[in-house]
Every structure is written in structure tokens, then in C-alpha cells.
């Protein structure tokens, strides 16, 4: 059974930073496309940090390029997302996805990811 469990979420202020990480099971991910999305109240579901499964190169959205990062360890079948200067725009519940076996690169659209997590709630209070 796939399974992908995100944790770290939590509220806090305007400038702080938090680490969010997702743990992969069930198949193997290290040639999966691995990231991260985002989806707000009333908002559709949008891209933050995406790492492709060939090279590790990591795609981040123009929204947060230069406050959040994305990493993986495939060793521990983990990704992480990084998040700094939070702001409460940044609100949202944050969603780890995969693409399938072999799908390594990156793409933009939720639809290709076949493997998604259940969720985790980051609330920036201004």
C-alpha cells in the first residue's frame, strides 16, 4: 500500500520559518518526479517546490523562490520542504505528491502526480 504522510505543519508568525517533511512507502520514488503543492480556501491547488527523480534538480515557484526549498533523501524514501520568511499568504494545506515509477521529470500539473499525501496545515498569522 502507497503511502505518503506529510507532518511538520503548524501556525506561526509572519518571518518564521518550518520544515515540512513527507515520508514515501510502499514502492520504490527515488525515479519519481517528488514535491510539494499547496492549495488555499476557495483556491485550486498550486505548485510550490517540485525535485525531478534523474537529477535532483529542484523547481521552485516564483511565489516562494528564494524563501522555500525543496530536498529529498531517497535513501529514507523522504522529502522535505523548507520554508523561510513565511508569510500569511503562505497559508494553506501543503500536499506531498509522486508521479509514477519512472516518471522523473518535472511537471507543474497535479494531475500527473499518482501518489498524494493526506495534507498539513501552515497558518502564518500576520
Known amino acids: 500500500q502507497v503511502q505518503l504522510v506529510e507532518s511538520g505543519g503548524a501556525s506561526v508568525q509572519a518571518g518564521d520559518s518550518l520544515r515540512l517533511s513527507c515520508a514515501a512507502s510502499?514502492?520504490?520514488?527515488?525515479?519519481?518526479?517528488m514535491g510539494w503543492f499547496r492549495q488555499a480556501p476557495g483556491k485550486t491547488r498550486e505548485f510550490v517546490a517540485i525535485?525531478?527523480?534523474?537529477?535532483?534538480?529542484?523547481y521552485v515557484a516564483d511565489s516562494v523562490r528564494g524563501r522555500f526549498t525543496a530536498s529529498r533523501n531517497n535513501a529514507k524514501n523522504e522529502i522535505y520542504l523548507q520554508m523561510t520568511s513565511l508569510k500569511p499568504e503562505d497559508t494553506a494545506s501543503y500536499y506531498c505528491?509522486?508521479?509514477?515509477?519512472?516518471?522523473?521529470?518535472?511537471?507543474?500539473?497535479?494531475?500527473?502526480?499518482?501518489?498524494w499525501g493526506q495534507g498539513t496545515q501552515v497558518t502564518v498569522s500576520s
Open positions: 525535485i525531478s527523480g534523474r537529477n535532483d534538480e529542484i
Open positions: 510502499g514502492r520504490t520514488f527515488s525515479s519519481s518526479a
Open positions: 505528491a509522486a508521479r509514477g515509477v519512472w516518471y522523473s521529470s518535472v511537471t507543474l500539473n497535479p494531475n500527473d502526480y499518482v501518489d
